[in-house]
């Protein structure tokens, strides 16, 4: 199983950027998928999450209203939209596969994650 992780880069406080994570090796619809950003010193947090038909989401406080995560089953890929970006939202992003169906907030509920990608928001 490969995550590939991509979109991520520079970008000034007000701007978007949107990330993708493609995925290989197993049947994609049948996994829920979520997003994880960390920065150095400080644990992995959750960002969104998204079921396996894409119909219920899921998003941490401090992004609601900002990011929308999809996802494109034929296309094996999850997105996350991220709007209104904030130098707080610098960090290395993760992308990550969900065996079972649950709260899709922990990280213990994925069994495989992507390389990350990073985001820096400049003020």
């Known amino acids: 199983v490969q995550l590939q992780a991509s979109g991520g880069g520079l970008v000034q406080a007000g701007g978007s950027l949107r990330l993708s994570c493609a995925a290989s090796g197993r049947t994609f619809s049948s996994y829920g998928m979520g997003w994880f950003r960390q920065v150095p010193g400080k644990e992995r947090e959750f960002v969104a999450a998204?079921?396996?038909?894409?119909?219920?989401?899921i998003y941490a406080d401090s992004v609601k209203g900002r990011f929308t995560i999809s996802r494109d089953n034929a296309k094996n890929t999850v997105y996350l939209q991220m709007n209104s970006l904030k130098p707080e939202d610098t960090a290395v992003y993760y992308c990550?596969?969900?065996?079972?169906?649950?709260?899709?907030?922990?990280?213990?509920?994925?069994?495989?994650w992507g390389q990350g990608t990073l985001v820096t928001v400049s003020s």
């Open positions: 990550a596969s969900a065996p079972w169906s649950g709260s899709y907030t922990y990280p213990l509920e994925y069994d495989y």
């Open positions: 998204i079921s396996r038909s894409g119909g219920s989401t």
